[in-house]
């Protein structure tokens, strides 16, 4: 019997407002340097590059916060020297991080609410577990998600990432459920779907912007997510 739903964040339930390259050109432009935020979009695969390199090498880093905030700021300080930004590259990238803990530089796509809200309808507990910095609990909080949530496990809070199935077992033990009595719903096949199954959760996999093949069983947004958890439609 299903009886919690958990939920990755980034890129399943929220994203950068209004975007990653309009933030870091904001941040630029207030210490002085100007840069057109199409130059920066141009920098952005560099950016993601620099990310997933770290990612493969070693994907502990999200169980520190100290850590995890230095994979981005050397992200944003890579993409301050690609824009000729030396002196200053790691103080503007530390300032770009700063930024995004703030709930004004996220929002929530516009069908998360309303799925919590069915969910919790029905007497499901619902949750966050998330790779991601001890910031996270206040920045749902700021986003008016967290009313809505019964348990938040951020990476570098608890010190374990995902897809240890240690973390998918404490957000379980958080609320109360056995592991067989919970699903989690994540954007990533290793972290999110393999973690999950590994602990013995359900999960399901969202494609937001259609990069997989239905056969990976991805639901496009979370119209589709009652009825891929069993619950009948919408």
């Not at 700063?98 to 619902?126: M, N, S």
């Not at 109360?176 to 359900?202: F, S």
């Not at 069983?217 to 919408?234: V, Y």
Request: hydrophobic share 40%; aromatic share 8%.
């Amino acid at each position: 019997m299903l009886r919690a739903v958990f939920f990755d964040v980034g890129n399943t339930l929220i994203h950068p407002h209004p975007s990653v390259s309009e933030v870091c050109r904001q941040v630029l432009e207030e210490a002085g340097h100007v840069r057109d935020v199409a130059a920066i979009d141009e920098l952005m695969p560099v950016v993601d590059a620099y990310y997933e390199d770290r990612y493969r090498e070693d994907d502990t880093f999200w169980r520190s916060e100290e850590e995890t905030s230095s994979v981005w700021v050397g992200m944003y300080s890579v993409l301050c020297r690609r824009l000729g930004i030396e002196d200053e590259a790691e103080a503007l990238a530390h300032r770009v991080y700063d930024e995004f803990g703030r709930a004004d530089r996220w929002r929530a796509y516009d069908d998360v609410v309303p799925a919590f809200e069915r969910l919790r309808a029905r007497g499901l507990k619902t949750g966050l577990i998330s790779n991601w910095d001890s910031r996270l609990s206040a920045l749902v909080d700021g986003m008016g998600l967290g009313i809505m949530l019964d348990a938040v496990i951020s990476s570098a809070e608890v010190g374990l990432h995902k897809p240890d199935p240690r973390i998918f077992e404490l957000a379980c033990e958080r609320v109360g459920v056995a592991p067989a009595e919970a699903v989690h719903v994540g954007d990533h096949p290793y972290a999110d779907v393999l973690g999950a199954t590994t602990a013995g959760m359900a999960a399901v996999l969202v494609d937001r912007w259609g990069f997989r093949e239905p056969q990976e069983c991805a639901i496009c947004d979370f119209t589709e997510l009652d009825e891929r958890l069993g619950l009948g439609g919408t």
